[in-house]
Nanobody, 127 residues
Framework: QVQLVESGGGLVQTGGSLRLSCAAS????????MGWFRQAPGKEREFVAA????????NYGDSVKGRFTISRDIAENTVYLQMNSLKPEDTAIYYC????????????????????WGRGTQVTVSS
């Protein structure tokens, strides 16, 4: 059974940093795209960042470009999200996603059912 477990969330002040981790188990995602999404209260789930199966491809939502960095450790079956210069509007539950099919870009572009999802980790940025 596939499991994605996020960690690293918490409370941080504006301008601070956090590093999220997502550990996958149940299968290897070394040839699968993986990504991060977030959902703030009362808002729809938003794309944050993705990393392709080859690691040479990364993509970011406009609101986080230049501040967030996605990376992965294939041997550890883990994806990371380094978040710098955090703002109150970054407050949300952050979800890890892993594409079910290999050789993708990690954006879950074919819909929510095209990915496995973690349960999320809360990030709160105080002003």
């Amino acid at each position: 059974q596939v499991q994605l477990v996020e960690s690293g969330g918490g409370l941080v002040q504006t301008g601070g940093s956090l590093r999220l981790s997502c550990a996958a188990s149940g299968q290897s995602f070394g040839t699968h795209g993986m990504g991060w999404f977030r959902q703030a209260p009362g808002k729809e789930r938003e794309f944050v960042a993705a990393i392709g199966w080859s690691r040479s491809y990364t993509n970011y939502g406009d609101s986080v470009k230049g501040r967030f960095t996605i990376s992965r450790d294939i041997a550890e079956n883990t994806v990371y999200l380094q978040m710098n210069s955090l703002k109150p509007e970054d407050t949300a539950i952050y979800y890890c996603a892993a594409e079910r099919e290999p050789l993708g870009m990690g954006t879950c572009a074919s819909g929510v059912n095209s990915c496995f999802w973690g349960r999320g980790t809360q990030v709160t940025v105080s002003s």
